[in-house]
C-alpha cells in the first residue's frame, strides 16, 4: 500500500473518529424518500440527525447547529424559503453547509431554486455528473468552450472540467458521484474509487452519503475537500463491507448501515482507495 493510500486511510478515521467523538447535530432539509436512511446513515456514523423544516423553528434551533443538509429532491414551495433562510442563518453563524441538487435541471422552478442556493454560498455541493454539469453550464460564459458539453453527459473528463468550473465559479467545493467519485476545489482533484454498483440500487444512498459529507465538515470545517474525500470513502467503504453479506439492495440498505456503525481503523486503512487525479 502506498504512503498516499496510508494518509488518506488516517485522514478519514480521524475526521470519522471525531465524528464518533463529538457526535455534531446535522439539521438535514431533505426529500421525503431519503428522511429515514439519511438519519439512520447520520445515527450510524455517530452524528445526531435533526429532521425538522418549519420555517417558524429556524430561527430558534439552526444557530446551534453544527452543519446543515439541503436536498431538494421532493422540492416545493413552501420548502425553498424554509432551506435558503437556513442556509443564511449558517452563513451567518460561519456554520458549514452542503448542497445536494437532486435532478437540478428537471424543471425550471428547480433549476432556479439550486441557482439561488448556490448564490448562499454552500460550503460542499454534491451531484451526479448531469447534476453537476446542468449547475456549472449555468455558470460558464455563454460561448466558452465548458458550455458545449451538454452532449458528453457520461464523459468523466468532462464531468471533471464540469466540476472545476462549478468550484471556481460557486466558491464550493464540488463532489460527482459516479463508478468513480471526484472531489474539487476548483485546482486540486482527487478520486475515491470506493463502493459497490449495487448502491444505485438503494434509493437515497446518494442523499446519504451527502449528510455524511456534512457530519464530516461539522468536525472539520476548514479542510471541507479532505472531509468530503473522506466521507466519500467511508460510505464506499461500508458498502463494500455490507455487499459482502448483502444478497440484494434490501440487505445491502441494512448491512451497510451496521458496517458503517461497526467499522473499524484496521479494515477501513485495508479498504479506502483513493487517488490523486490532478
Ligand atoms: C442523476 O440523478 C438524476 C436524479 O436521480 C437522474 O435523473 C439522472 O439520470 C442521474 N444522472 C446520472 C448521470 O446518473
Ligand atoms: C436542461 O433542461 C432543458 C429543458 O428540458 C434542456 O433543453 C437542456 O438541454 C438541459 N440542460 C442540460 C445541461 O442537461
Ligand atoms: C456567442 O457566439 C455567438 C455566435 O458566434 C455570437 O453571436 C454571440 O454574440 C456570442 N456571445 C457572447 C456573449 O460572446
Ligand atoms: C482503486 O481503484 C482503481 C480505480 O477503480 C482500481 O483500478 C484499483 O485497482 C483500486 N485499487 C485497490 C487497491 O483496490
Not at 460527482?176 to 486540486?188: P, Q, W
Not at 467511508?234 to 440487505?251: R, Y
Amino acid at each position: 500500500m502506498d504512503s498516499n493510500q496510508t494518509q488518506w486511510g488516517s485522514t478519514a478515521w480521524h475526521l470519522l473518529s471525531l465524528v464518533r467523538a463529538q457526535t455534531p447535530l446535522i439539521q438535514c432539509i431533505t426529500n421525503f424518500v431519503s428522511m429515514d436512511i439519511v438519519a439512520n446513515t447520520l445515527l450510524s456514523a455517530g452524528a445526531s440527525p435533526a429532521m425538522l423544516h418549519a420555517v417558524e423553528e429556524l430561527r430558534d434551533f439552526t444557530p446551534g447547529v453544527h452543519a446543515l443538509y439541503v436536498n431538494v429532491g421532493t422540492l416545493s414551495p413552501s420548502w425553498l424559503p424554509a432551506m435558503t433562510t437556513a442556509a443564511q442563518i449558517c452563513n451567518t453563524h460561519r456554520t458549514p453547509w452542503v448542497l445536494d441538487p437532486v435532478a437540478a435541471n428537471a424543471s425550471a422552478f428547480r433549476f432556479e431554486a439550486c441557482r439561488e442556493l448556490l448564490r448562499l454560498k454552500p460550503t460542499v455541493v454534491r451531484g451526479n455528473a448531469s447534476e453537476i454539469i446542468a449547475l456549472s453550464l449555468d455558470s460558464a460564459e455563454p460561448n466558452s468552450s465548458a458550455s458545449k458539453g451538454v452532449d458528453s453527459v457520461h464523459e468523466s473528463t468532462t464531468a471533471v472540467e464540469a466540476a472545476k468550473l462549478l468550484a471556481r465559479t460557486s466558491g464550493a467545493i464540488v463532489a460527482v458521484s459516479g463508478a468513480t467519485d471526484i472531489v474539487t476545489d476548483g485546482n486540486r482533484v482527487v478520486g475515491a474509487h470506493n463502493g459497490v454498483a449495487m448502491m444505485q440500487k438503494v434509493t437515497a444512498t446518494g442523499c446519504s452519503v451527502t449528510a455524511l459529507i456534512a457530519a464530516f465538515v461539522a468536525v472539520d470545517k476548514t479542510h471541507a475537500l479532505d472531509a468530503a474525500v473522506s466521507a466519500l470513502a467511508v460510505f464506499g467503504v461500508a458498502a463494500e463491507l455490507g455487499m459482502k453479506m448483502a444478497k440484494g439492495p434490501a440487505s445491502l440498505r441494512m448491512h451497510l448501515i451496521d458496517a458503517l456503525y461497526g467499522l473499524d481503523e484496521a479494515a477501513l486503512h485495508s479498504h479506502v482507495n483513493i487517488t490523486s487525479l490532478s
